[in-house]
């Protein structure tokens, strides 16, 4: 891989995104690259959190203009380059985003497809493609909105200014805030943290969430009720309850 730095720390997979010269501009091999390691952690049992970052100067600061500068309305119809964005929400695992520096434009977009975010406090994050003579085109406007409301999203978008690490925990963008030199060790021990729980448990909430974001209430309340019943289909409901009763540790086998 040509723009990725892959490693695995027992059960986390980590992915350090790698185009440092270009502040980690997600240019289509970039992003291809990501969404089949992705899809390849998916596929190996004996990965259960995945943890994506950049480093200290840019987690990434938005897709790549120049890819973009020379194109027109239908060749980026027909590329169609955020496509391949959508299979990154197929993604079951939970997926922790560990941020510093710039977190722009698309990078901000990458970041919100993730499921919990750790931030270091220099980190800035902002939408502005505006200041480009164009918009978000993965998300930005429909998944920012969504997390932290109209009106702070309005502003973000409309004046293209980013947001500190302390405004973004204050808007509840980021789970967390740490020193520079702690915000990657601090996402993988949450990673760790969770990928020592019951990982079909893990999914099915993972999914439920998701369902709540993109549904009414009444069809995000069945999905969650029917997951919730499947779960006693797991060999790990039946060791997490017996463990509690036993008073002991579970160990999860995610069967
Ligand atoms: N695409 C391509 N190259 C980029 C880039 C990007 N998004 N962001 C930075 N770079 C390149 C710069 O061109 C520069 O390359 P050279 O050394 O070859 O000149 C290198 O990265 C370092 O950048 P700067 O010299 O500009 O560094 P700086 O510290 O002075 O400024 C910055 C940093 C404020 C982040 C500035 O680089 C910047 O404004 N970048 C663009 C941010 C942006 O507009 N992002 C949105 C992109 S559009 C998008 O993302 C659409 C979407 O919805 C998916």
Not at 50 to 68: C, H, K, P, S, W
Request: glycine share 8%; hydrophobic share 45%; net charge negative.
């Amino acid at each position: 891989m040509e723009f990725l730095r892959v490693r695995q720390e027992e059960a986390v997979g980590i992915i350090e995104l790698y185009r440092p010269k270009v502040l980690n501009a997600l240019n289509i091999p970039l992003m291809g690259e990501l969404v089949s390691e992705l899809e390849r952690m998916e596929r190996d049992d004996t990965i259960r959190a995945i943890v994506l970052t950049g480093n200290e100067r840019a987690f990434a600061a938005g897709a790549d203009i120049q890819e973009m500068a020379e194109e027109d309305a239908i060749s980026m119809l027909v590329k169609d380059q955020f496509a391949q964005w959508d299979r990154m929400n197929q993604i079951t695992k939970p997926i922790i985003a560990a941020v510093s520096g710039y977190v722009l434009g698309g990078g901000c977009e990458l970041m919100m497809h993730c499921d919990l975010i750790v931030a270091s406090e220099t980190t800035q994050i902002g939408q502005p493609e505006i200041n480009l003579g164009v918009m978000p085109g993965a998300g930005g406007t429909q998944r920012l909105t969504k997390l932290i409301g109209k009106i702070r999203a309005m502003e973000m978008l409309l004046t293209g200014e980013p947001i500190s690490a302390t405004e973004a925990l204050h808007f509840g963008l980021v789970n967390r805030v740490v020193p520079v030199e702690f915000y990657l060790s601090e996402a993988i021990d949450l990673a760790h943290n969770i990928a020592a729980k019951p990982p079909v448990a893990a999914r099915m909430i993972k999914k439920s969430v998701q369902i709540a974001q993109d549904t009414t209430l009444a069809e995000g309340l069945s999905y969650e009720r029917n997951a919730f019943y499947l779960l006693f289909a797991s060999a790990d409901q039946k060791e997490g309850m017996k463990a509690f009763m036993e008073k002991r540790p579970a160990d999860f086998k995610g069967k």
